[in-house]
């Protein structure tokens, strides 16, 4: 029998929309996740929205395909990496 493909995984790291930073949802401070996926949402071309859109959906599919097997402590990390994003890209919750 074949291995189960992670499709999850890999639009993670061949999103169509944009180039992810290595690594960068396994880092430990939301602000530091928030501003590497301004980053790639603001430098790349591909994307088919708002770079705010784009870097928020990035975030929101991770949470919902990963989720349930991150650690508590991470998926907290991530849910206000969601805070963190809306504040860097000037957007009130």
Same mark, same amino acid.
């Given at each position: +029998? $074949? #291995?189960?493909?992670?499709? %999850?995984? =890999?639009?993670?790291?061949?999103? =169509? $929309? +944009?180039d992810l930073d290595k690594d960068v949802f396994t880092l430990h401070d939301p602000m530091e996740i928030a501003k590497s996926l301004k980053r790639s949402s603001n430098k790349s071309h591909r994307?088919?929205?708002?770079? /705010?859109?784009? $870097? +928020? %959906? +990035? *975030?929101? /599919?991770?949470? =919902?395909r990963a989720g349930k =097997? *991150? #650690?508590?402590k991470q998926l907290e990390v991530l849910e206000e990496a969601k805070d963190k994003l809306r504040e860097v890209f000037g957007h009130k919750k």
């Open positions: +029998m $074949a #291995p189960k493909k992670k499709w %999850s995984k =890999n639009v993670t790291e061949h999103s =169509n $929309a +944009m994307r088919k929205t708002t770079p /705010f859109r784009a $870097a +928020m %959906s +990035m *975030l929101n /599919f991770y949470i =919902n =097997n *991150l #650690p508590e």
